[in-house]
């Protein structure tokens, strides 16, 4: 059973260019998030995504991040014109949510990304 | 979300049983209180999630008092590879789903 995807591990961007990671869920399960985490810091949340829906963004910075879940294949975290600031390392986790019952989320081994 | 506070740091010697306690003075009646270890370069790892009294599985046990304003992680006898970052979180997720808020965690060093 293999566990939360995601790729690239490593990306390499110029300041002004595109950066997208991938997040494949664990198999069942339909709930997505995504983390950022600078060095020496704990995670912080981003965005909380369903299939096709996103349904909390309030960790998202306004400009230049976006999300996506879409009913067929992994999520999509998107950083447009990325900056220097935008260094650091990217989890995405994801859970079953079943109902009753506390949210165990399980996270992917992360997408470091460095901006040149 | 509850703020939770745990100590920056801690040192510990191969065999050793080490533990880590959380303080959560604000939790709430739904919330859930929840470890999780981080290596350096791998995101975190599920330990153990527990409401009330004691909850164990084969890593460790989670001991939480009646009032549940702290919790105590505990590993039994700690190797070098359990050297990592430890974080408590709690949260509410019985009515939804729960963004987890991560504090700076719990540096632990094991020592041979």
């Known amino acids: 059973n293999a566990g939360v995807m995601q790729n690239p591990r490593h990306l390499v961007r110029r300041r002004g260019q595109e950066a997208r990671l991938r997040c494949s869920p664990m198999?069942?399960?339909?709930?997505v998030y995504w983390y950022r985490q600078l060095p020496e810091e704990g995670l912080k949340f981003m965005v909380y995504?369903?299939?096709?829906?996103?349904?909390?963004e309030s960790g998202m910075p306004k400009e230049r991040f976006s999300a996506e879940f879409p009913k067929e294949g992994p999520s999509i975290l998107r950083i447009q014109q990325v900056v220097r600031g935008d260094s650091a390392a990217y989890f995405c986790?994801?859970?079953?949510?079943?109902?009753?019952?506390?949210?165990?989320?399980?996270f992917g081994p992360g997408t470091r990304l460095t901006v040149l | 979300l509850a703020k939770t506070t745990q100590p920056i740091s801690m040192d510990s010697y191969e065999g050793q049983e080490v533990n880590i306690t959380c303080s959560h003075n604000?939790?709430?009646?739904?919330?859930?209180i929840t470890w999780y270890q981080q290596f350096p370069s791998q995101g975190p790892r599920f330990i153990i999630q527990?409401?009330?009294t004691k909850v164990t599985n084969e890593v460790a046990s989670l001991f939480i008092p009646a009032d549940r304003k702290s919790s105590t992680l505990s590993l039994p006898r700690v190797s070098l590879s359990d050297t990592a970052v430890y974080y408590c979180?709690?949260?509410?997720?019985?009515?939804?789903?729960?963004?987890?808020?991560f504090g700076a965690g719990t540096r632990l060093a094991v020592h041979p």
């Open positions: 604000n939790i709430a009646t739904n919330d859930y």
């Open positions: 986790a994801s859970s079953p949510l079943s109902s009753g019952g506390p949210d165990t989320q399980y």
């Open positions: 527990g409401y009330k």
């Open positions: 198999k069942g399960h339909s709930h």
């Open positions: 995504l369903q299939k096709e829906n996103i349904i909390d």
């Open positions: 979180l709690v949260g509410d997720s019985t009515g939804g789903y729960n963004k987890l808020i």
